[in-house]
């Protein structure tokens, strides 16, 4: 089993900066990936980016340039750094760690961009 724990949303101006954490413990050698989803009212989840084991990343084109995922494996940790926000960033992120047998899910945190 995994467990995982995010933190760091919030409400911010449109323009801001918001850093999000997602904290994994459990099985953690059983992860070979890990990223950030979100939903937003009314909408499906969606992928915002990804990063493997070895540090290679993904991200939803609306997304690219302007966020960045990081991963710390000392802390068992990732990252979203996200930059240049906009109201239609305003969704729940969800933190995912994958391994071959299943998919494990944080409760999210709220993230609003508003004025």
């Known amino acids: 089993q995994v467990q995982l724990v995010e933190s760091g949303g919030g409400l911010v101006q449109p323009g801001g900066s918001l850093r999000l954490s997602c904290a994994a413990s459990?099985?953690?050698?059983?992860?070979?990936?890990m990223g950030w989803y979100r939903q937003a009212p009314g909408k499906q989840r969606e992928l915002v980016a990804t990063i493997t084991k070895g540090g290679s990343t993904n991200y939803a084109d609306s997304v690219k340039g302007r966020f960045t995922i990081s991963r710390d494996n000392a802390k068992n940790t990732v990252y979203l750094q996200m930059n240049s926000l906009k109201p239609e960033d305003t969704a729940v992120y969800y933190c995912n760690a994958r391994t071959t047998t299943k998919d494990y899910w944080g409760k999210g945190t709220l993230v609003t961009v508003s004025s």
């Open positions: 459990g099985s953690i050698f059983s992860i070979y990936a």
